[in-house]
């Protein structure tokens, strides 16, 4: 495996339930993060990690739960979400967080629709 | 903030034809500049991109100046083919540590 690997590439989940993506980077990043991509927005910055730690946390509702049990794997846990919140959810790593050169490595996303 | 304006799409050329994405951003300081292209079905992957004013990003025949001036990053290829029908993002990185991303714009090529 190489790369940064998400899954499910689609979910469909109704307003109660909970469910999870997960991710999984085999690039020995430190840094990971998640985006979420919807149609004629910019993509939104929701959470990043750093060796573990989260060092962001953008707003987001509290029905979006991020966990990073290593620098390897990260996980959003999904609960009672809204038909809003159906978008495109990218995972990405990179090097460190603040390292001077902006590049991602993004995964090929998980294609969330809520009901 | 930091902001990024990207033409709207989508964009539909004919193979070879001449190709332009305007991208102009806001930013304090001297932000990097990217492009990101997302085929269907896959994640973004960098494209090209350009560190300080007057640099010139280039891969797979795309090229991208970095204009402080304008304050634009406009993606130019001279002949598109079909394989580059995809989605284009054009981003800065500021010394906030922070990928501020465009909307993207879709580009459809046909024969």
């Known amino acids: 495996e190489t790369g940064v690997t998400q899954t499910p590439r689609h979910l469909v989940m109704g307003m109660t339930n909970k469910k999870s993506l997960k991710c999984e980077q085999h690039l020995g990043h430190n840094a990971m993060y998640w985006y979420k991509q919807s149609a004629k927005k910019p993509l939104e910055l929701m959470f990043v990690y750093s060796l573990e730690e989260r060092v962001e946390n953008n707003s987001v509702p509290s029905r979006f739960s991020p966990e990073c049990p290593n620098s390897s794997h990260l996980f959003l846990h999904l609960h009672t979400l809204q038909p809003e919140d159906s978008a495109l959810y990218l995972c990405a790593s990179s090097q460190e967080v603040n390292a001077n050169t902006g590049e991602l490595f993004f995964g090929e996303g998980s294609r969330l629709t809520v009901l | ?111």
């Not at chain 2, 991208?23 to 079905?41: D, E, I």
């Open chain 2, 1 to 111: 903030g930091d902001s990024v304006t990207q033409m709207e799409g989508p964009v539909t050329l004919s193979e070879e034809a001449f190709l332009t994405i305007n991208c102009t951003y806001t930013a304090t300081g001297y932000p990097s500049l990217f492009w990101y292209v997302q085929y269907p079905g896959e994640g973004l992957q960098l494209l090209l991109k350009a560190t300080k004013a007057d640099d010139k990003g280039s891969n797979k025949g795309f090229e991208a100046t970095y204009r402080k001036e304008t304050t634009s990053f406009h993606l130019e290829k001279g002949s598109v083919q079909v394989s580059d029908s995809a989605v284009y993002f054009c981003a800065l990185w500021d010394f906030a540590s922070k990928l501020t991303f465009g909307t993207g714009t879709r580009l459809q090529v046909t024969l």
